[in-house]
């Protein structure tokens, strides 16, 4: 299995930007993604962005294009997001998931954003 340990999160003020941090550990030689996943109060996890190890190909969720960037960091088994521009709506707990070809299989315990106006 492995692990994944989110750190970064904290209280910004509207406009200003954070960097997520998500380190991986473990069994993580069948890792072909990684993904940034949310969720807000009373609302469903959403997908925010996404980056395939090997190749560094980035998607990202149409609510979230132009303001976060998605990276990583192979030899500290470590992936990124930058937030930039945040917005009231940005305010959820961010998932840092790992998985392999097919589906995701390993997640953090999140890390709380928010973002005040």
């Known amino acids: 299995q492995v692990q994944l340990v989110e750190s970064g999160g904290g209280l910004v003020q509207a406009g200003g930007s954070l960097r997520l941090s998500c380190a991986a550990s473990g069994r993580t030689f069948s890792t072909y993604v990684m993904g940034w996943f949310r969720q807000a109060p009373g609302k469903e996890r959403e997908f925010v962005a996404r980056?395939?190890?090997?190749?560094?190909?980035?998607n990202y969720a149409d609510s979230v294009k132009g303001r976060f960037t998605i990276s990583r960091d192979n030899a500290k088994n470590t992936v990124y997001l930058q937030m930039s521009s945040l917005k009231p709506e940005d305010t959820a707990v961010y998932y840092c998931?790992?998985?392999?070809?097919?589906?995701?299989?390993?997640w953090g315990q999140g890390t709380q954003v928010t973002v005040s106006s």
């Open positions: 998931a790992a998985g392999n070809q097919y589906d995701y299989h390993a």
């Open positions: 980056i395939t190890w090997s190749g560094g190909s980035t």
